[in-house]
């Protein structure tokens, strides 16, 4: 009988075995984790399950039964140690080994850390076990420091505060955010952190860290000193790829693919955060970290394996939340382009667009959700704007979309 071994028990994994299934593939399928946890989306760890409105059962990609129902075979806590890509074989942390007709790596990124920043009071974001022992100590009156103003820390420092702690960012660049989405909207996200009490602080490098009786004492790199309870590390991540490196595959900066996820060797393929893949529209390759992205890789390689030779060539999609806001983009955010920007700043409800060659190429928008769904839209069929249009609330980027022919036939009526 076939068998595909997914190894990672993210998202990417369990979409590529929903996949095989929808698709009426019925020979086994195996799921290796090194979680002990049935697959679960991450995006909540740092914000529903921080504020205690979700318990770790809420954010699982599929319950208990739906694995049994429908013969996925789960191997949680067990890590993929070896990979044999000649025999097709993969060896598992207990000493046994799995032989395959095809594998997928979907084994995600893993929190980047910092040499000497470590300890019972510094704390990472990846996975539940992070996230219970950080709401642990999120307790009112606390005082947070967070090395890093991305996402991660964005999102924690939103939940920290409202749950009554005190919290100071650091991060070496300008704005928060800066790097993912420009300083539009990194500036206005600072504007909106620090009205509610966060204090952030940029352009500061945090160089040491010593743990104390009560506390952490961090050392800027100025040499000022500084005092908080606990510290959270969120200052990027390393692609797990170490396993596909050892196996002889393409690595560099991520597992290295094609446009339909096939790594360097045969019946290999890798999906999700960890892959460095071959984007037919953008000519070269990406690696994102998108909880989308990865999914809809999943489905992709699904089709792939059995059969289909289909490229992914979606423009990447992503969201954040912050307190009551809402930031979402679409297409790849390479700061390139005529940056322009429609809706107000001043209001904070507006979209930043790179438009090339009267092209929408990606935007970013702040509580503009209908920008970014009509971009969506609008970038998987040909269409040509100007700046001004763009910059003008008032004009409507759904009139930049093709018309159905239904719409086609009754105006020809009238
Ligand atoms: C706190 C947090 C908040 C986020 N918020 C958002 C958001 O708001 N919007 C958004 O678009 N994205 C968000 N993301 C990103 C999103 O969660 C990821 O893009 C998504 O989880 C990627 O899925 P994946 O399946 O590729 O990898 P992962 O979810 O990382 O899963 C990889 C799995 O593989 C396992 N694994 C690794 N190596 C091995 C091995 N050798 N053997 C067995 N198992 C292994 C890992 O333990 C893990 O279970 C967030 C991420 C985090 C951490």
Redesign the pocket.
Known sequence: MTRFVL????????ATAAGLREAGFDGEIVL????SHL?Y???????EFLTGTFAHTDFRVNQESWYADNAIELELG????DLDPVARRVSL?EGRSLTYDALVL??????RTLPGFDGERVHF???IAD?ERLGQRLAPGRHLAILGAG??GC?VAAVAVARGLRVTVFDPGPVPLGRALGAEIGGAMGGIHTERGVEIRTGEVVSAMTETASGVQLRTSSGKLFECDDLLVGIGSIP?S??AAQAGIDVDGGILTDEYGRTSVPHVHA?????SRFHPVHGRRLR????????R??ANTARNLLGASEPFAEEH?????QYEHNLQSVGHFAGGGTRVIRGSIEERSFSVFSLENGRIRSVVALDRPLDVLHTRKLLAVPHEVTAEQLADKGFPLKSLLPRKAGARRSEART
């Open positions: 190894v990672g028990g993210g998202v990417a994994s369990a290796v984790s090194d979680e697959p989306e991450r995006p909540p760890l740092s914000k067990t890590r993929a140690t942390s979907a084994t995600g990124v893993r929190a974001l990846r996975t996230a996402f991660i999102e797990n170490e396993i999906i999700g955060d960890v892959a994102v970290e998108h909880h989308e992205v990865a999914m890789h999943g999609f992503f969201w954040s939340h």
